[in-house]
């Protein structure tokens, strides 16, 4: 069959490099003779039939912008859809139905569904209604199995690293603990690697519990040794011992629906009880998600966005791209998004970090 026509979908949290994904899908269509729609704000464009045709001049100057020029969503679920025309809540209803009329109407011949886990389990059922999508994994947790790497990632890693580096000064001078909260939902990536790169004296990630004796007893140690000041990394997604997580809000309807956030602020309070030391936090937030790509985000989205069109050229839709070594390769959607991937508390990375003297803030591991 000759493509005609595509769309393109950013969907779920925003993240560096969208933008770099939609240019490179645009103009490698466009050279293959195709028409590029970009649908509005994720899945919810393809609810609404609001869209915006891309062409050269809409994708010009865009490889370098952070967010996504076509606006995004990640409470935008057809499959459970809770946003009347107006944008008011009301009681969750299926409209995939008119997802498949909108792209039957518009002639659309092909999907590119640009998203992390959420966004790729619901092109995974699209598939099963019969709507041929490719997927392109973004998030800056890094967390889906199937790709080495997810654009956004490198980037949000980069603002963290440059967090840990100057929270040291500061932390230095005024002999205090300082805490730096990173994003990650339930991976630990961006603190593990930010701590790592950064210098961190405590790092606390979902995969390895945390006791609130062992963090007292790391700062405790660190003191006797003359080190006055400690700067602790903890995800958001950190559990305890007792398996509890720090959560802020539970949002029902949403792809995400529990709201991380918080743990900074606990163990703040814990050690200025316990140790009586002066504690500072600092949440990173969706400053992580903001910003100029990284080099490496661009090379990686435009390579995505590239390959995304050559497997519609190929008729090899249902599957997403992938990088695999220096390579982009294609795996189905159903298993990419079939586990999540996370740091291996027994691995490599993990030894190196203890290697060099960080704690995990664990009674165990360390
Ligand atoms: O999945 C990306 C991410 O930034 C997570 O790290 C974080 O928990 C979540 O999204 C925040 O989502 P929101 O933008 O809805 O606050």
Redesign the pocket.
């Known amino acids: 069959m000759t493509i005609k026509r595509i769309a393109v979908i950013t969907a ?4 560096q490099g969208l933008n770099a994904v939609v240019r490179a899908v645009t103009k490698h269509a466009l050279k293959n003779g195709m028409e590029v729609f970009g649908f509005k704000n994720g899945f919810d464009g393809l609810v609404r039939n609001e869209y915006m045709p891309l062409d050269d001049c809409a994708v010009s100057g865009i490889l370098t912008r952070g967010g996504t020029i076509l606006g995004t969503s ?2 935008a679920n057809p499959f459970d859809y809770t946003l009347a025309p107006l944008g008011t809540p009301q009681e969750p209803r299926n409209v995939s139905n008119l997802v498949m009329e909108n792209v039957k109407k518009n002639r659309i011949d092909a999907l590119i569904a640009v998203g ?1 886990d ?1 966004t790729l389990s619901m092109a995974s059922r699209f598939l099963d209604m019969g709507l041929p999508i490719v997927g392109v994994p973004k ?3 890094n ?1 889906l199995s199937a790709t080495d790497f997810t654009f ?1 990632f490198d980037s ?1 890693l980069a603002v963290a690293t440059d967090a840990v580096d100057r929270i040291h000064t500061t932390a230095e001078s005024h002999h205090r603990v300082m805490i730096i909260e ?4 339930y991976a630990g990536w ?1 603190a593990l690697r930010s701590c790592l790169a950064g210098g961190g004296d405590i790092c606390l990630i979902p995969e390895i519990p945390y006791s609130d004796e062992a963090i007292a007893k790391a700062i405790i140690s660190r003191r006797e040794k003359g080190k006055n000041f400690s700067i602790i990394v903890a995800a ?2 950190a559990v305890n011992e007792r398996g509890e997580m720090s959560v802020q809000k539970t ?1 029902a309807g ?1 792809t ?1 629906p ?4 918080g743990i900074s602020g606990r163990i703040a309070a814990m050690l200025e009880e316990k140790v009586g030391l002066e504690c500072r936090v600092v949440v990173l ?2 400053l ?2 903001g910003g100029t790509p990284t080099a490496f985000d661009r090379w990686l989205s435009t390579r995505f966005g590239a390959e995304a069109v050559e497997l519609i050229l190929k008729g090899e839709t249902g599957n997403m791209v992938a990088l695999r070594g220096g390579d982009i390769i294609s795996v189905p959607i159903k298993d990419a998004v079939a586990k999540l991937k996370r740091v291996d508390p027994n691995g490599q990375e993990v030894r190196s970090a203890l290697a060099v003297g960080t704690s995990f803030g664990s009674s165990r591991i360390g």
């Open positions: 779920g949290g925003d993240c990640n409470i992390g959420g998030t800056i947790d967390d956004g949000a990173t994003m990650g939902r961006i958001e997604g949002i949403s995400d529990i709201r991380l956030g937030g969706h992580q998600r």
